[in-house]
């Protein structure tokens, strides 16, 4: 019974404006998602830069929220910050409590996620990187995880956010990255 859940685990998704956060969180919530979503107007024009997200109307200016129930005692709360500069202030809040997160990149736009990278790391938040199908031509998993400067063990996968079975791959790469990093290592127990 989803209301009698006793253990909620946070799940942060972050990446730069117009990458499919809100499109993930929608994807995969057994909920209908909480979102923040505001019309994109002139006053944002000088201040986003939306050439990275042709068409996209609307954009996040707190955070999505769904929820996803695991069992008859533990839920994930998944938490999509929003990907401007400008409310980048959230991040930090948002990180707190984290179990860990999804850095969700636009393949096109690679650089827009560095900010959410360097973040994480700094934090300590152990996180997986989701690299978006936008239907162009698939990045090489090398190469990205070379431009984005990886360490070997932060999982990389591909993924599209709006479909459910792709974006619940995801979650579960990030629950086996987390497993395993919080698994002894034998090495050091000997």
């Known amino acids: ?6 253990s909620g685990f946070k ?10 956060k809100t499109t993930m969180v929608r ?9 923040t979503e505001a019309t994109m107007t002139d006053l944002g024009v000088g201040v986003d830069d939306p050439s990275g997200a042709p068409g996209k109307t609307t954009t996040t200016v707190a955070f999505d929220f769904g929820r996803i129930t695991l069992d008859a005692e533990h839920v994930l709360y998944l938490f999509g910050a929003p990907g401007q500069e400008r409310f980048w202030f959230l ?7 984290a179990l860990g997160a999804i850095v969700l990149v636009d393949p096109r736009r690679i650089a827009d996620c560095w900010y959410a990278v360097d973040r994480l790391e700094h934090q300590h938040t ?12 698939p990045y090489p998993p090398g190469q990205l995880r070379d431009a984005l400067d990886l360490d070997p063990f932060v999982p990389l996968v591909s993924c599209d956010a709006r479909s459910r079975t792709s974006s619940k791959q995801v979650l579960i790469t990030l629950v086996e990255h987390l497993y395993r990093n919080a698994a002894p290592n034998p090495e050091i127990a000997s």
């Open 91 to 97: 991040w930090d809040r948002l990180f707190t409590g």
């Open 27 to 35: 994807s995969v919530s057994e909920i209908r998602p909480l979102d």
């Open 126 to 137: 152990p996180f997986v990187v989701a690299c978006n199908d936008f239907g162009g031509t």
């Open 11 to 20: 799940i942060v998704i972050v990446g730069g404006f117009g990458v499919g």
């Open 1 to 6: 019974m989803p209301g009698s859940a006793h």
